[in-house]
């Protein structure tokens, strides 16, 4: 009896000490970069590296809405004053439409308390000048696949469209039908984007029935679709 409560104790002891190093543990940087996946569909941790969102190299203590060259900020969010630090991101990344009213970032806001000191701590060392490169906290960025660089079955020669079908013929003698719904057209206007009039085409699902062809800018799409039904 004596000896169960004394092993009791112990392990009460025990589970109160490792919860209270959790408690004074401080933010844990592998579940802020966990948390940092929410972000990555529209920020990049590199520089000048603008998606949806602005880059977020060099973030730390920056002014809210000054990324150069990211054309895309809201009025709202240049003209609030803010500047980027532990306490204004912890506001932000809670709510952004209550910290920041008609900003333009489309995202809910992360409720975990806990969640955002992870991910805030994550991206002060990813963003701060003098922090570690974004490398060393294993942070594989996606670099943007350069569409000059691809093969023969990537290159489109000739696209023709009838009634819901597009057929897209490849540089390697290759044409695919496709139902048009399931054909993006895009422009890629920037360095990475194809060679002028030289279309790329890139799968863009699981089972191969939908991809994107790829112009080097909107001016070429529609003249490089012929209107041809063949009966
Ligand atoms: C759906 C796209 C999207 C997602 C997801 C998203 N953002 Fe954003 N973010 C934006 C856009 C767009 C802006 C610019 C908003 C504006 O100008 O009003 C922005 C702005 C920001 C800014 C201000 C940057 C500056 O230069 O002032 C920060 C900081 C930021 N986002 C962090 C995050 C973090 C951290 C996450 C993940 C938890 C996240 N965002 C998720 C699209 C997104």
């Not at 579940?31 to 060099?58: I, M, W």
């Not at 709510?95 to 489309?106: A, E, S, Y």
């Not at 490169?133 to 093969?151: C, D, I, V, Y």
Request: glycine share 10%; aromatic share 6%.
């Amino acid at each position: 009896m004596r000896l169960q409560r004394a092993l009791c104790s112990g392990l009460l002891a025990m589970l109160l000490a490792a919860s209270a190093q959790h408690a004074l543990a401080g933010p844990n940087l592998e579940n802020g970069r966990q948390a940092y996946r929410k972000c990555v569909a529209c920020h990049s941790l590199e520089k000048d590296a603008h998606r949806t969102g602005p880059s977020l190299f060099g973030l730390w203590n920056r002014k809210a809405g000054t990324a150069d060259g990211f054309g895309r900020y809201s009025g709202a969010l240049k003209s609030s004053g803010i500047r980027w630090n532990e306490e204004a991101l912890d506001r932000w990344l809670e709510n952004p439409q209550q910290m920041v009213p008609g900003n333009r970032m489309v995202f809910p806001g992360i409720e975990d308390g806990s969640e955002r000191k992870d991910l805030i701590a994550f991206l002060k060392a990813a963003t701060a000048q003098d922090g570690k490169p974004s490398a060393t906290l294993g942070m594989r960025e996606q670099k943007p696949l350069n569409l000059k660089g691809l093969g023969e079955n990537n290159q489109v020669t000739s696209i023709a469209h009838c009634e819901d079908t597009f057929e897209i013929t490849t540089a390697a003698g290759e044409t695919h039908q496709f139902w048009e719904f399931n054909v993006r057209l895009k422009s890629d206007t920037s360095e990475n984007g194809p060679y002028p009039g030289k279309p790329v085409i890139i799968p863009a699902g699981m089972r191969g029935d939908r991809v994107s062809v790829v112009f080097a800018g909107p001016a070429e799409i529609s003249p490089f679709i012929q209107n041809r039904c063949e009966k």
